[in-house]
């Protein structure tokens, strides 16, 4: 967000002055997400919903769960969420859940405003304390990751307006978010297309013709540089980076000034793979940026389009991710990624295919793009709204 908090006022955010002053924590109810296994997972049931699915939405990668979960922990579309852990930068947010009903993953709270306030309102209230969220957590980091802790919430002291001031608050931003709502809906379409016409082409009836390719064939692999962590920063000097951290979102506030061959920049488009941990798999629409190491870059080669490199490695790279196992962590290789075959048309279609998937492909990148115009301006009208420096 873009309200600035000085250090010493960071839990006293400026709000109007008769606006009526409470904790946060006092304003709603604070339910946290429940802890699951690798045996918890099953074949059916509900999503377990984590922050890849709160950013990303359900797919191939979400696991489910048909075991019997505490009914608090119960999701459903509307419902306010809030990821207290993580990577400050990136992982610390607010969202509306919009996708199906599931079950919370630990390390988000879900959020129930108490009545007499708007369920919206509230939302952006959070949202405009975002960056004092962000704040917290970095104070409080440890090996890269910080938390925001219920005795924050108690701490924090925020302006709650009357109900009528909340609804024309809610009136105007929710102008963007409506656009914003509305492109995601596009997207859903556009992405149920090509799955259709991958599916139709590549694994249906239609695929006569196919051969087995090695990813490596049809795919321009490119590893991320070993940039030095110590040169690293969040003040803009430099270059982004992209870190595993960074693929959920597609948005990066790391820096640095080591500068590295061109073949590791990043372009909006690209295809980009976590190798340690769950290996995300992403469409990159962040903008320029340096490739960190243990992430991998896939653009396709010769005719091989954008949409079927992407759909060909879901599935075995979600193969690989439940099947690889480690002391700790999992992590991918560049022999595991030498195994992965592609299936290609060998006929007269395969352009004309190819064509029409890399238009919904890029559509896709657009839309991505325009929402985050969209939300740039929201949040910077909202913190002028929510310090009373713009009137309704």
Same mark, same amino acid.
């Given at each position: 967000?873009?309200?600035?908090?000085?250090?010493?006022?960071?839990?006293?955010?400026?709000?109007?002055?008769?606006?009526?002053?409470?904790?946060?924590?006092?304003?709603?109810?604070?339910?946290?997400?429940?802890?699951?296994?690798?045996?918890?997972?099953?074949?059916?049931?509900?999503?377990?919903?984590?922050?890849?699915?709160?950013?990303?939405?359900?797919? *191939?990668?979400? @696991?489910?769960?048909?075991?019997?979960? #505490? !009914?608090?922990?119960?999701? $459903?579309?509307?419902? +306010? %969420?809030?990821?207290?852990?993580?990577?400050?930068?990136?992982?610390?947010?607010?969202?509306?859940?919009?996708?199906?009903?599931?079950?919370?993953?630990?390390?988000?709270?879900?959020?129930?405003?108490?009545?007499?306030?708007?369920?919206?309102?509230?939302?952006?209230?959070?949202?405009?304390?975002?960056?004092?969220?962000?704040?917290?957590?970095?104070?409080?980091?440890?090996?890269?990751?910080?938390?925001?802790?219920?005795? *924050?919430?108690? @701490?924090?002291?925020?302006?709650?307006? #009357? !109900?009528?001031?909340?609804? $024309?608050?809610?009136? +105007? %931003?929710?102008?963007?978010?409506?656009?914003?709502?509305?492109?995601?809906?596009?997207?859903?379409?556009?992405?149920?297309?090509?799955?259709?016409?991958?599916?139709?082409?590549?694994?249906?009836?239609?695929?006569?013709?196919?051969?087995?390719?090695?990813?490596?064939?049809?795919?321009?692999?490119?590893?991320?540089?070993?940039?030095?962590?110590?040169?690293?920063?969040?003040?803009?000097?430099?270059?982004?980076?992209?870190?595993?951290?960074?693929?959920?979102?597609?948005?990066?506030?790391?820096?640095?000034?080591?500068?590295?061959?061109?073949?590791?920049?990043?372009?909006?488009?690209?295809?980009?793979?976590?190798?340690?941990?769950?290996?995300?798999?992403?469409?990159?629409?962040?903008?320029?940026?340096?490739?960190?190491?243990?992430?991998?870059?896939?653009?396709?080669?010769?005719?091989?389009?954008?949409?079927?490199?992407?759909?060909?490695?879901?599935?075995?790279?979600?193969?690989?991710?439940?099947?690889?196992?480690?002391?700790?962590?999992?992590?991918?290789?560049?022999?595991?990624?030498?195994?992965?075959?592609?299936?290609?048309?060998?006929?007269?279609?395969?352009?004309?295919?190819?064509?029409?998937?890399?238009?919904?492909?890029?559509?896709?990148?657009?839309?991505?793009?325009?929402?985050?115009?969209?939300?740039?301006?929201?949040?910077?009208?909202?913190?002028?709204?929510?310090?009373?420096?713009?009137?309704?």
């Amino acid at each position: 967000m873009q309200n600035q908090i000085p250090k010493n006022d960071l839990y006293t955010p400026t709000f109007p002055p008769n606006w009526e002053r409470s904790t946060l924590y006092g304003e709603a109810q604070w339910i946290n997400g429940g802890a699951f296994r690798n045996s918890d997972f099953s074949d059916s049931g509900l999503p377990i919903i984590k922050i890849a699915e709160i950013k990303n939405g359900i797919s *191939d990668q979400t @696991n489910y769960t048909s075991k019997k979960i #505490d !009914k608090n922990i119960f999701v $459903k579309p509307g419902d +306010i %969420l809030f990821s207290w852990s993580g990577t400050p930068e990136t992982s610390i947010d607010i969202f509306f859940w919009k996708g199906f009903e599931g079950w919370l993953n630990q390390h988000t709270f879900k959020v129930e405003p108490k009545e007499g306030i708007d369920k919206k309102f509230f939302f952006y209230l959070l949202k405009y304390l975002k960056k004092v969220f962000v704040k917290i957590a970095s104070n409080k980091m440890t090996t890269g990751l910080g938390h925001v802790t219920v005795n *924050d919430l108690k @701490n924090l002291i925020v302006g709650i307006p #009357d !109900k009528q001031y909340q609804k $024309k608050i809610v009136s +105007i %931003l929710s102008v963007f978010d409506d656009k914003i709502e509305l492109n995601n809906k596009i997207e859903k379409t556009l992405e149920a297309v090509a799955k259709a016409i991958f599916k139709e082409w590549f694994l249906g009836a239609k695929g006569e013709n196919l051969k087995l390719k090695s990813l490596f064939d049809v795919a321009e692999i490119t590893y991320g540089y070993p940039f030095k962590s110590d040169l690293f920063s969040d003040d803009k000097n430099g270059t982004p980076v992209i870190r595993i951290r960074n693929l959920d979102g597609s948005a990066t506030s790391t820096y640095t000034t080591e500068v590295a061959d061109a073949k590791y920049k990043v372009k909006n488009g690209d295809i980009l793979i976590g190798m340690d941990g769950e290996f995300y798999i992403r469409k990159w629409f962040g903008s320029e940026a340096y490739l960190n190491q243990r992430v991998v870059r896939l653009r396709p080669r010769g005719k091989m389009s954008w949409y079927n490199l992407f759909l060909s490695v879901v599935r075995p790279i979600r193969g690989l991710q439940l099947s690889i196992s480690g002391t700790t962590v999992a992590h991918l290789s560049d022999k595991d990624l030498k195994a992965i075959k592609v299936r290609v048309i060998d006929s007269k279609n395969y352009e004309k295919v190819s064509a029409e998937l890399d238009r919904l492909y890029w559509m896709l990148i657009n839309l991505s793009l325009e929402n985050r115009k969209l939300q740039e301006t929201r949040d910077l009208i909202l913190p002028k709204l929510m310090r009373g420096e713009i009137r309704v």
